[in-house]
């Protein structure tokens, strides 16, 4: 498995788990027992996932029918019923919601550096906004990723698995160094960032922080656009388009975001 990225393998559990709940309502006994009815109910919570987008509902069904293609092709079942399964339409992707940089600016502003999980969240968005990270790689910041003498960030991305270094500007390094020393709860954890509550924990690559930043949004005046979705993921869309803005070069974006291609 080490050939597939953490989250690749994380949303075809997801998928698996699924599928898993169909098997049981069917009440399919084991692997060779798979039939129809197995394939049908599966279809059917698909189908009625309303809370599911339509593209997770497509993603879940390619890699629960490549497991059902995997049985048949070692004979485990006698149909592939891979095929049987429902081909979701992918929906058109919605123009990215875009802050200016006047509006990051105003976000970052708004955060509580006075208490610990200010400190703490002020040096997440700030690195979000100024590297242009994801999340998930913000969160799972271990200190071995940073270089101090050489003012680097260095890691390996979660999405994607490739390498990628960072500089690690005066602005970022003191917000860091500021939650270490005054926010950061005693521990021993390789973790930078950790979960204000005990026993301490990582924060944990799931924790997407959309509630902490839609809170900052509304402390910052800033509109939140209706029947759109606004994560925080939109900050990474700001980091890219505001630096296209200025005239970067659209392979040195990429390069910075550690996309595999342009």
């Known amino acids: 498995m080490q050939n597939f990225s953490r989250s690749w393998m994380d949303n075809t559990i997801a998928a698996l788990r699924l599928f898993l709940l169909a098997v049981h309502s069917s009440n399919t006994q084991n692997i060779k027992s798979i039939n129809a009815e197995t394939i049908n109910c ?15 509902r497509r993603a879940r ?25 429902p081909n979701f339409k992918r929906t058109a992707p919605q123009i990215p919601q875009v802050w200016s940089p006047e509006e990051i600016d105003k976000i970052l502003a708004v955060i509580d550096t006075a208490n610990p999980v200010g400190r703490r969240n002020y040096a997440i968005f700030l690195l979000l906004a100024r590297t242009g990270l994801r999340i998930s790689d913000v969160l799972g910041l271990k200190f071995s990723n940073i270089n101090w003498k050489e003012n680097c960030i260095s890691l390996s991305q979660q999405k994607t698995g490739n390498a990628l270094s960072l500089p690690l500007s005066k602005e970022l390094g003191m917000a860091i160094i500021s939650y270490l020393q005054d926010g950061r709860p005693q521990s021993s954890s390789a973790f930078i960032f950790l979960s204000h509550n005990a026993p301490f924990q990582p924060l944990g690559e799931h924790n997407n922080f959309n509630p902490e930043f839609h809170k900052y949004l509304r402390r910052a005046g800033i509109a939140i656009p209706t029947k759109r979705h606004i994560g925080v993921h939109t900050i990474r869309h700001s980091f890219a388009t505001n630096m296209l803005r200025k005239g970067t070069p659209v392979q040195d974006v990429s390069q910075i975001l550690g996309h595999s291609n342009i």
Request: hydrophobic share 40%; charged share 15%; glycine share 2%.
């Open 42 to 56: 599966f279809s059917t919570a698909m189908s009625n996932a309303s809370e599911i987008c339509m593209n997770v």
């Open 61 to 85: 069904c390619r890699q629960v029918g490549a497991y059902l293609h995997w049985l048949y092709d070692h004979k485990y079942t006698d149909l592939d019923y891979s095929l049987q399964l």
